[in-house]
């Protein structure tokens, strides 16, 4: 069974996240979408809501599970006895840093792989950051995130 990790902090998951983890979805046997816990970190949403809301988001695709993890993702990896990992670019631009990522990956465990899937053009500009900043500027962003996201958001006092 091919066993893949999709990690990332999806703060929160965007369009572009969930056209990312389809593809892997249609690829690999098993994906586990995994929210990265960073307690130094102050998240937009917390760590739970996340992973609520990406639960939500995904719960028509049958071979997609959703976990958070602290530490390493390699270490993470290695305890789900997964193969690969899934990276997501958006643009060119993405691609030096998933290099860099995805080399030292390599260099601590030489088993698990690193895949790059391309998101569709249309979600090419859409980020975590950017929803933040259109919503904390009382944008629409109904178009850019699942529809569990936006509902949720709305519930929320921006200030």
Do not use: W
Not at 8 to 19: E, Q, R
Not at 54 to 60: C, F, L, P, T
Not at 108 to 137: A, G, M, Q, R, W
């Amino acid at each position: 069974m091919k066993i893949a990790i999709y990690p990332g902090s999806f703060d929160p998951i965007t369009k572009g996240h969930l056209d990312i983890l389809k593809t892997g979805a249609g690829i690999f046997d098993k994906v586990i979408i995994a929210v990265a816990r960073n307690s130094e970190k102050k998240g937009f949403l917390s760590v739970d809501e996340r992973v609520k809301l990406i639960r939500e988001s995904v719960k028509d695709i049958e071979n997609v599970e959703v976990d958070s993890f602290e530490g390493l993702t390699i270490e993470y990896a290695k305890r789900k006895n997964a193969q690969i990992l899934i990276r997501g670019l958006r643009a060119v631009s993405d691609f030096e840093y998933e290099l860099q990522l995805s080399q030292a990956n390599s260099a601590l465990c030489s088993d698990i792989k690193t895949v790059f899937l391309t998101t569709k053009p249309k979600y090419n500009f859409i980020s975590s950051s950017t929803i933040k900043e259109i919503f904390i500027n009382n944008g629409d962003i109904s178009k850019f995130v699942p529809e569990p996201v936006f509902e949720f958001l709305k519930t929320r006092n921006v200030s």
